[in-house]
Each structure stands twice: as structure tokens, then as C-alpha cells.
């Protein structure tokens, strides 16, 4: 079985940052891309930045210049660094990755979400 735990979340001004950490734990093979996704209340789930195995990586227009992405494949973990945090920033955070299990199949598993909350 495979997990991930996402954390990092919390309260912050408008104009701050904070560091999203998302760990992958269990039976894995091997990792494929990893990636953040944020939902508000009412709305779809949204992509906010992927990052491949090899390292590439892309983001939603509305956090371009703003958030980070990055990965340490020795701890199967990936990384959001959020900075100029504007209000409507505000939602869930969601890891997601696709992953090559135990099973020999890769699926896709979901972490449980971290709330981000920017308001002063």
C-alpha cells in the first residue's frame, strides 16, 4: 500500500510564504511525476505545478513566478515553495503522483490535503 502525506499548511499574511512537504511511503518500485493541485469550496480541483522524474516542470498561469516546485527523489517527496501568497491563494492542497507500486502497476494515489489559508 502506498501513501501520501502532505504538510506545511497553515495561516498566513498576504505577501507571505510557506513551504509545502509531501512524502510518498509504502510499497513503491519507482515514482513518476508528482505534482500540486488546490481546490476551494464549490470549484473544480485545479493544477497548480507538476514536476516529472527527470525534473521538468510546469505551473498554472495564476502561480507562474510565484510557487516552486522541486523533488528529492531519495525521499520520495516533493516540495511547494509559495511566496507573494495573495488571498485568493487560498484552498486545499492536494499532492498527487503517479506511482509504480508493489502490484507492478503504476496508479495514480492522492494525499489527504493541507489547508492553506492567506488572510490578515
Known amino acids: 500500500q502506498v501513501q501520501l502525506v502532505e504538510s506545511g499548511g497553515g495561516l498566513v499574511q498576504p505577501g507571505g510564504s510557506l513551504r509545502l512537504s509531501c512524502a510518498a511511503s509504502?510499497?513503491?518500485?519507482?515514482?513518476?511525476?508528482m505534482a500540486w493541485y488546490r481546490q476551494v469550496p464549490g470549484k473544480q480541483r485545479e493544477l497548480v505545478a507538476t514536476?516529472?522524474?527527470?525534473?521538468?516542470?510546469n505551473y498554472a498561469d495564476l502561480v507562474m513566478g510565484r510557487f516552486t516546485i522541486s523533488r528529492d527523489k531519495s525521499k520520495n517527496t516533493v516540495y511547494l515553495q509559495m511566496n507573494s501568497l495573495k488571498p485568493e491563494d487560498t484552498a486545499v492542497y492536494y499532492c498527487?503522483?503517479?506511482?509504480?507500486?508493489?502490484?507492478?502497476?503504476?496508479?495514480?494515489?492522492w494525499g489527504q490535503g493541507t489547508q492553506v489559508t492567506v488572510s490578515s
Open positions: 514536476i516529472t522524474h527527470g525534473g521538468s516542470t
Open positions: 509504502g510499497r513503491i518500485i519507482s515514482m513518476g511525476h
Open positions: 498527487e503522483s503517479k506511482i509504480l507500486d508493489s502490484g507492478l502497476r503504476w496508479s495514480q494515489y
